[in-house]
């Protein structure tokens, strides 16, 4: 038997002993019974808007839902980050699982459910609230089972994963200031048996150009920020393909540009948002110092073009900063989900994402992110569905992963 197959017989027999254990039975038959009451708080908590920087609204129902469920522990931290605790029977370690609050939607966004056979649509209600939901029932199922962890387990529902956000939820919960989490589990999207173990890392920039602005016509001959904006995307789509076609997979996207008054208007202001992922910091670095020298050439070309007036000036901001994180494959909060998917008749498929669990992994803290289970589709559409389909696996996948890390008090 090599190390590695003696290595999974191990931990694919300590999750086999733990699930035989009659509290945890009674938890993991426990899920199987609730899909009305977690419907009915994926409804509620969905068409409570969560933008990031907005998530309050939802995150106070949230709290009074992890009360209802049993918790008495329930606080709301200086951003935002809803944090349950369930105490262990030893000090020392905790454990954490965690779902961010907030989606991508506007505040103004229709967020209310409509039902399509078994399907249910809604921005955001995949992605992530059916991830809150979820840990949500872990926790009603260790409750009923009445299950004593040895560790402290934290619930959390975290703000500011999505968009401009930048992870400063769970950035917050990682501070050098924080309370020490030993290990966290991170719950988000993807089929039952994706595991994410490596975090994309990404920079990404608002960059702004400024004129004096003027008549189309009276003032023709000013600087035009908006023909340097131009200037400066086609410059850099064509730089960084010497980045974005290396061997690791590199990415860059324009998301978003603005500003102008009017069609017969110079503008005064004109700005893009530019994201640029890697799994490798290296890569990102490099493609980050194309876009810098891109811009400042827009900037030179549009100054020497114009014919009177003064110049150009540009300002390029950093609007979010994710870690190019590796996660270890052999931690053993790792092998424990792992072996918790084979349990359930999934086999694991390791692979690499932008989630919360970035951060704690580029501070080498165990963390993973696992899947909210069902079927969802559309994420980040106002097309967005889920569907419960046999999700109490990927709850009972929670149940195991947690008590196998947490431990269950003798």
Request: hydrophobic share 40%; charged share 25%.
């Amino acid at each position: 038997m090599s190390p590695d197959s003696a290595t999974k017989y191990s931990y694919d027999k300590e999750i086999a002993k733990l699930a035989a254990l009659p509290k945890v039975e009674k938890a993991l038959k426990f899920t199987l019974s609730q899909s009305k009451i977690n419907e009915a708080d994926l409804i509620e908590l969905t068409e409570i808007p969560a933008p990031p920087f907005g998530e309050d609204k939802r995150a106070n129902r949230f709290a009074d839902m992890l009360r209802n469920a049993g918790l008495s522990d329930v606080s709301i931290d200086d951003v935002g980050n809803v944090i349950g605790r369930r105490p262990g029977t030893k000090d020392g370690r905790v454990v954490a699982i965690s779902a961010h609050l907030d989606t991508v939607f506007p505040i103004e966004t229709d967020v209310k459910v409509r039902r399509e056979g078994r399907r249910l649509y809604a921005p955001g209600i995949g992605d992530n609230t059916a991830g809150v939901v979820m840990i949500l029932s872990v926790l009603r199922a260790l409750e009923h089972a009445d299950i004593t962890t040895r560790d402290t387990v934290l619930f959390i529902g975290n703000v500011g994963e999505e968009g401009l956000g930048d992870l400063r939820g769970i950035k917050h919960l990682f501070r050098k200031q924080a309370e020490k989490i030993d290990s966290i589990i991170v719950v988000d999207g993807g089929k039952l048996s994706r595991m994410v173990v490596g975090g994309v890392g990404s920079h990404r920039y608002r960059v702004t150009f400024k004129g004096p602005g003027g008549h189309s016509w009276g003032a023709y001959g000013l600087v035009n920020p908006h023909h340097a904006l131009g200037r400066a995307i086609a410059i850099f789509d064509k730089n960084a393909m010497s980045v974005a076609n290396g061997e690791i997979k590199t990415s860059h996207n324009i998301g978003r540009i603005g500003g102008g008054t009017s069609v017969n208007s110079i503008p005064f202001e004109s700005w893009f948002e530019v994201d640029m992922r890697s799994s490798s910091q290296a890569q990102i670095d490099k493609m980050d110092a194309v876009l810098q020298k891109s811009v400042h050439q827009a900037v030179k070309e549009e100054n020497a073009d114009k014919k009177r007036g003064e110049d150009l000036r540009v300002d390029i901001k950093m609007v979010g900063k994710r870690p190019a994180a590796k996660g270890d494959p052999e931690w053993p909060l790792v092998n424990r989900v792992a072996a918790s998917l084979r349990y359930l008749g999934v086999e694991p498929e390791l692979t690499q994402s932008s989630t919360d669990a970035s951060i704690p992994m580029s501070l080498g803290i165990p963390a993973l992110t696992i899947s909210r289970g069902g079927i969802s589709s559309g994420a980040h559409s106002l097309e967005e569905f889920w569907q419960d389909d046999e999700a109490y696996r990927a709850i009972q996948m929670g149940i195991l992963s947690l008590l196998a890390e947490g431990g269950i008090a003798k």
